[in-house]
């Protein structure tokens, strides 16, 4: 039950909101939503099954709803929050308003903190190797030999870091850091740990302690995935003193299924374990050759099994017929027997390898701990043997995966090879899950406190189901649903028009009929953005609008021939100037576009979004579904249509006052059965079906 503590606070919070917006507007769904919030993180639902989905629409102010649902609550019951999404956007909204805001709201002290994954950060020890006047550092650490402009940039790095003018977070550096300079001193779980004495002031031991003591975490659905996978806990506060605000919900299955996928290359990684195989005996010396010559056995015993059998592999796979993309999908994921005898073959060999030179690693740390190694010595070593670890760890999990059985229960893992586009007698096998629910709960629905997941558009044809079967929840066990539709006037600010067409857009005479039908829709409008479904068709379009466009004094702006950045700042600009502004987009123009205002009063949609499985996953996905008796395209096609229409009707209105209209070119909204289902999941915008 909610404590009358908590109760007060978030009354507080609230009322002191009111006090300090100028503009603050009271709306019942944002309370209902908070009074949601809070009594599900507080069981009053059901005190076994902590978890909310809720859908708020645009304006309904979700991130300062669940802000002050959950932090009241964890403030009064000694729990952590953990705020996650999707995008960088929402992470610098929270971190430099939202937050700063509500913690002066608040009744209550609480601090927060962005969370970064270990990768963002350098490792002190390294940066301090790789810039070693002597230059011995530099050889080791550098996978090649370094240029002038990488040492001098070391050492600019170095000198920073040293003076506490930089904290090692490769974001906060002023310039891009070149990748293959950063993976020489980029901080890993196998050499920068707290284990080691030197290592305890290193960039991302200190963000640590910030985490630690944090009220309030920020974090991406990676970061979130990445600590779950590691047990959790282990980056990000415990699951089970931690309330989760997954924001941008919609956007977790495939964050979470891409997470627990694995991919590698055959003859790549038979390179790379031939260098391993020479530098060895030199990492085995490090961690002193009576204690640690069973594991040099080991690793090399182990390589000389890997070596030969994935050139071996390449060459039983190479005559496989591959498609246009250079793939090839073993059906229903099931290997040739040959395959599957070779991948457990594998999976030991590389277990065997990866587990023998954590164990060198491990006495080389000890070694510098007992006094017997000097760090600067141990340095070029640890970051050596790291390097190759972390690829061994991902060979294991690749083999792992290939040569796990299919299981009688639910999906199969989707398996296919790739040409390797760096090596033109290389492959890179991959193996992904399908359904990555049953993961999802076992990892953190049966584990956390507390849970809710938020989006503004969480249900596909008016129905939690869809996302339910993909995130592994039921809406029977005692999960809490919500929906609650945007406070905008739909039916007096917009319209949505589908208008007469000469033909449905799979007509191969579709694209060149577009001109003529945009320029009908654009004339008379200042700011229109039109959504195309594929950069080809989009750019055809352009090309031969461009000519008539500009011979009428309008702007037309084209996603691709400028960053996103610039192209939404020459519209912002056109509009200001009361200039006709057009800007042609693809699917990522959908999602994350705020033109409030008069910058956007005219949204034409050329085609419902259907995405063709192009990638084997969803191919492998699509054939599980069929092979079970479903259908792909009603099961998965249409929801996620139906999804993406409404993130592209949500771009229109983005405030109270907004108007507009949505003009949707594809009739099969109307001539087809499950039209009527993809119409009715639109905002209720009043309509106008021309015939």
């Excluded at 708020?56 to 979700?62: E, F, L, P, Q």
């Excluded at 929050?81 to 608040?106: C, G, H, M, N, Y």
């Excluded at 196998?190 to 944090?214: I, Q, V, W, Y």
């Excluded at 080991?298 to 017929?321: C, E, F, T």
Aim: proline share 5%.
């Amino acid at each position: 039950m909610l404590s009358p503590s908590t109760k007060k606070d978030i009354r507080s919070s609230y009322e002191n909101l009111k006090a300090q917006l100028q503009n603050f507007i009271p709306r019942k769904a944002q309370n209902y939503l908070v009074a949601e919030i809070a009594k599900t993180l507080a069981g009053e639902y059901n005190p076994k099954r902590r978890i909310l989905v809720a859908e708020a629409g645009t304006g309904i102010g979700k991130s300062m709803a669940y802000l002050m649902g959950s932090i009241s609550y964890a403030l009064n019951n000694n729990k952590k929050v953990v705020v996650s999404t999707a995008t960088v956007a929402l992470q610098e909204q929270l971190i430099e308003k939202d937050l700063p805001l509500f913690r002066r709201v608040v009744p209550r002290e609480f601090s927060f903190v962005l969370a970064k994954g270990r990768q963002r950060y350098c490792c002190g020890e390294k940066l301090a190797a790789a810039a070693s006047a002597e230059g011995h550092g530099q050889q080791a650490l550098f996978t090649e030999k370094p240029k002038k402009t990488d040492i001098d940039m070391v050492n600019t790095m170095y000198e920073a870091y040293s003076r506490g003018k930089w904290n090692g977070d490769r974001d906060a550096w002023p310039k891009s850091i070149p990748d293959h300079l950063w993976q020489t001193i980029v901080s890993d779980k196998h050499t920068c740990h707290s284990g080691l004495a030197a290592h305890r002031n290193c960039p991302f031991a200190k963000a640590r302690e910030h985490l630690d003591k944090a009220d309030v975490v920020v974090a991406n659905h990676s970061l979130l995935m990445a600590d779950l996978e590691l047990g959790g806990g282990v980056i990000l506060p415990d699951p089970e003193h931690a309330l989760y605000m997954i924001d941008e919900a919609h956007h977790l299955p495939t964050v979470a299924r891409d997470f627990s996928a694995a991919s590698a290359s055959l003859v790549g990684a038979a390179s790379w374990l031939e260098k391993l195989n020479q530098s060895a005996s030199k990492i085995a010396n490090g961690g002193d050759i009576k204690r640690s010559g069973r594991f040099l056995d080991a690793l090399q015993s182990g390589i000389q099994v890997l070596i030969p059998g994935l050139r071996g592999i390449r060459d039983m796979l190479i005559g496989y017929p591959l498609n246009n993309d250079g793939i090839y999908r073993f059906a229903d994921g099931e290997l040739p027997e040959a395959l599957h005898l070779e991948s457990k073959e594998m999976q030991k060999a590389a277990k065997k390898a990866n587990q023998s030179l954590a164990k060198l690693n491990d006495l080389i740390s000890e070694r510098v701990k007992d006094g017997e190694l000097a760090s600067r010595l141990a340095e070029p070593l640890l970051a050596e043997s790291a390097f190759f670890l972390q690829r061994l760890e991902n060979l294991e999990k690749v083999w792992t995966l290939m040569a796990q059985p299919n299981s009688d229960k639910g999906a199969p893992l989707a398996r296919w090879i790739q040409k390797c586009p760096e090596r033109e007698s290389d492959l890179i096998v991959h193996v992904s899950p399908l359904e990555i629910g049953w993961r999802l709960d076992q990892l953190l629905w049966s584990r956390a406190a507390g849970v809710c997941l938020l989006s503004a558009t969480l249900r596909a044809l008016n129905s939690f189901t869809y996302f339910c079967r993909q995130v592994g929840l039921d809406e029977n066990d005692g999960t809490k649903f919500l929906a609650l539709p945007s406070p905008f006037n739909y039916q007096e600010n917009a319209r949505l028009v589908v208008p007469a067409m000469p033909c449905e857009p799979q007509d191969e005479k579709f694209t060149s009929h577009l001109p003529d039908i945009l320029m009908e829709y654009i004339e008379g409008e200042t700011a229109t953005l039109v959504l195309f479904s594929s950069y080809w068709q989009m750019n055809q379009v352009a090309e031969k609008m461009r000519a008539d466009i500009k011979k009428l004094g309008w702007h037309l702006h084209v996603q691709g021939e400028a960053s996103r950045t610039s192209i939404l700042e020459a519209h912002r600009t056109c509009c200001e100037k009361g200039q006709i502004s057009i800007l042609f987009g693809t699917g990522s123009f959908s999602e994350g576009l705020d033109l409030p205002g008069e910058q956007l009063t005219n949204l034409i949609i050329t085609k419902i979004p259907f995405a063709v499985p192009t990638s084997p996953v969803e191919e492998a996905h699509a054939e599980y579904l069929e092979r079970k008796g479903g259908n792909a395209f009603i099961q998965i096609s249409v929801p996620e249509a139906s999804k993406k229409l409404v993130q592209s009707a949500g771009r229109l209105l983005r405030k109270e006052q907004d108007s507009g209209r949505v003009v949707l070119l594809d009739r099969r909204v109307v001539t087809r059965r499950y039209g009527k289902a993809l119409l009715d999941s639109f905002p209720p915008f009043k309509r106008v079906i021309e015939h």
